[in-house]
């Protein structure tokens, strides 16, 4: 039986993009593993940021060492910008590599179950795109909850972003082809679903009739009430009155958002060309709050873009040591050539920028421990994800609080009523509750 290595850097919608490749070969009847020396290997890249990029280079050619036999398909974002440089790369020399862009990755299993050896390119124009691909799986893997890839694409062009290149312009799959996945992903076992895309927010607009992410939500979470929903990063002006009554009042949409900031001042937000204030961003969170006060907020942060001087980041620290948001994700900028910051002046200096994420990440360490204090004694649900193996489970609770607390392994995957009576270092502790 040929073996198939399927390495995945970068976001959710590769990591959905990648299950649907492993479906699709096991249903070929090849084996998908992590096995040495395969016969194919597939690396779905990225490169939102150059460091990514570069990292997806390294794990290319690694590869091609590690499996001296094996055709290399290389697909994702790092191979949509650099696709034709890879092929002419004399490193590559010799070897059997096939670069598959994403206009075309519904494509790509049948492209690497080709009899074709040398170099190939399978780049079409982005930009020109006009569906998403269908990429239908059965199973998410191992895990218990699965990904939704429901949009792709981004218009927004924030000046730091090289994604609107890599990924085109939105796309959206239809309500009902999204109800037939998540069906397909219930009858396989997963109990949560994670609706996904590059721009999440921007959900249906580019279908005829247009739709929204508030009429898809409501329409799986009434299809499948045995399933939990989440929703992945959503712009701050796209949270609406429908999706927050959505959360509120359906039992089985977890309330949890992902809001991205990006910078705490003003100046900073016009030059990433962000469409909001600081004031309007605060406005959103305490909407949100209002409608859902049980509501986990994170929020990305990025700091040290060019010209960001020791002011703008105190206004940054300062918002973000008001702002009731339950956790942050820190990034430090990284020049993306392609895109307009990478041509800005007054880059900041890594050191200076290692020492603000690391003053921003002690700050989110302190608004996570403190969120998840407030919910000592309650009950919530948890998905139970894990097995510590010395008699304790973990998962996360609805609102996105990790718990670890002692179990049976038979209880994997089931959502276990937890009532959260302690703190560990990073977690809360608990038992569970009486149903």
Known sequence: MKTVVISTL??????????????????????????????I??????????????????????????HPRAKIVVCGCYAELEGRRLVQDERLAGRSLLV?????????????????????????????????????????????????????????????CIVPYTRGPNRSLPPQEALQQARLFAASGHREIVLTGIHLGNYGKDLQPAESLGGLLDLLSLAIPEVGFRLSSLEPMEIDTVLLRLIAGRDNIRPHLHIPLQSGSDHILERMNRRYSTTQFAATIASCLEAVPDLAVGVDVLVGFPGETEGHFEECRNFLSTLPCTYLHVF????????????????????????????????????????????????????????????????????????????????????????????GNDHLLGEIAQQ
């Open 41 to 66: 290997v597939v690396v779905n890249t990225c490169a939102v940021t150059a460091s990514a990029g570069a990292q997806s280079r390294r794990l290319v050619l690694r590869l091609l060492r590690r």
């Open 332 to 423: 430090p900028y990284s020049m993306r050539p392609g895109t307009r910051a990478a041509g800005f002046p007054d880059q900041v200096p890594a050191a200076e920028k290692a020492r603000r994420v690391a003053v921003l990440l002690a700050l989110g360490e302190e608004k996570k421990r403190a969120f998840a204090r407030r919910f000592l004694g309650t009950t919530r649900k948890v998905l139970v994800e894990g097995d510590d193996g010395n008699g304790f489970l973990h998962g996360f609770t609805d609102n996105y609080i990790l718990v670890h607390f002692p179990g049976e392994a038979r209880h994997l995957g089931e959502i276990l009523p937890v009532r959260l009576c302690g703190e």
């Open 10 to 39: 970068g976001c959710k919608v590769n990591q959905f993009e990648s299950a649907a490749f492993k479906s699709a070969f096991e249903e070929h009847g090849l084996a998908v593993s992590t096995c040495d020396d395969a016969d």
């Open 100 to 160: 598959v862009g994403n206009a075309v990755k519904d494509r790509l299993v049948s492209l690497a179950l080709e009899g074709e050896d040398s170099p190939a390119l399978h780049l079409h124009d982005i930009r020109a795109a006009k569906t998403i691909c269908r990429l239908p799986l059965k199973h998410f893997g191992e895990r218990c909850r699965a990904y939704l890839r429901v949009q792709d694409g981004c218009e927004s062009f924030c000046s730091y």
